[in-house]
């Protein structure tokens, strides 16, 4: 759900949460955007939406404040070329993401090859289990359950 913030003119340029019903800092806003809130501002007086102008100064204070959040190369990009520059920038990361995610499976022994491992090493134990039982009815002792000899002590 979208999150209204409503902007009051004069010199203050106030910002207020109709969620909260209080007014809110531009480091409150990054903190919501952050979080994962989408903001839609409106600016009180004429009803149009300011929304970006309102993130573009977040970024700008952020900026100021010594907090980056986009290097130079993709600020020139976004004045040269727009949304489209984001965008390419979004679809490069994800294709290394892909990269790294798919290099990591690919490493990863097959689960069917361990399955089959697994369930070979279980019969391994049974026909071991299977052997002490016989090997101790041909003895003449007594077999205990899981393959396992009753100890019969001298004395």
């Given at each position: 759900?979208?999150?209204?913030?409503?902007?009051?003119?004069?010199?203050?340029?106030?910002?207020?949460?109709?969620?909260?019903?209080?007014?809110?800092?531009?480091?409150?806003?990054?903190?919501?955007?952050?979080?994962?809130?989408?903001?839609?501002?409106?600016?009180?007086?004429?009803?149009?939406?300011?929304?970006?102008?309102?993130?573009?100064?977040?970024?700008?204070?952020?900026?100021?404040?010594?907090?980056?959040?986009?290097?130079?190369?993709?600020?020139?990009?976004?004045?040269?070329?727009?949304?489209?520059?984001?965008?390419?920038?979004?679809?490069?990361?994800?294709?290394?993401?892909?990269?790294?995610?798919?290099?990591?499976?690919?490493?990863?022994?097959?689960?069917?090859?361990?399955?089959?491992?697994?369930?070979?090493?279980?019969?391994?134990?049974?026909?071991?289990?299977?052997?002490?039982?016989?090997l101790e009815r041909e003895r003449g002792g007594?077999?205990?359950?899981?393959?396992?000899?009753?100890?019969?002590?001298?004395?």
């Amino acid at each position: 759900m979208v999150r209204l913030i409503k902007r009051y003119g004069g010199g203050s340029r106030k910002l207020y949460d109709t969620e909260e019903s209080r007014y809110v800092s531009l480091d409150e806003l990054a903190g919501l955007v952050r979080a994962g809130q989408e903001l839609r501002v409106v600016d009180s007086a004429s009803g149009e939406d300011v929304t970006g102008q309102v993130l573009a100064q977040v970024i700008y204070e952020g900026e100021k404040q010594g907090t980056r959040f986009l290097s130079p190369e993709i600020l020139h990009d976004v004045i040269r070329r727009g949304e489209a520059a984001l965008l390419a920038r979004v679809e490069q990361l994800q294709a290394g993401v892909d990269r790294l995610v798919k290099g990591s499976v690919e490493r990863l022994p097959p689960v069917r090859d361990l399955r089959g491992e697994y369930e070979a090493l279980q019969r391994g134990l049974a026909d071991l289990e299977a052997s002490l039982v016989a090997l101790e009815r041909e003895r003449g002792g007594a077999a205990r359950p899981g393959g396992r000899r009753k100890r019969v002590r001298s004395g």
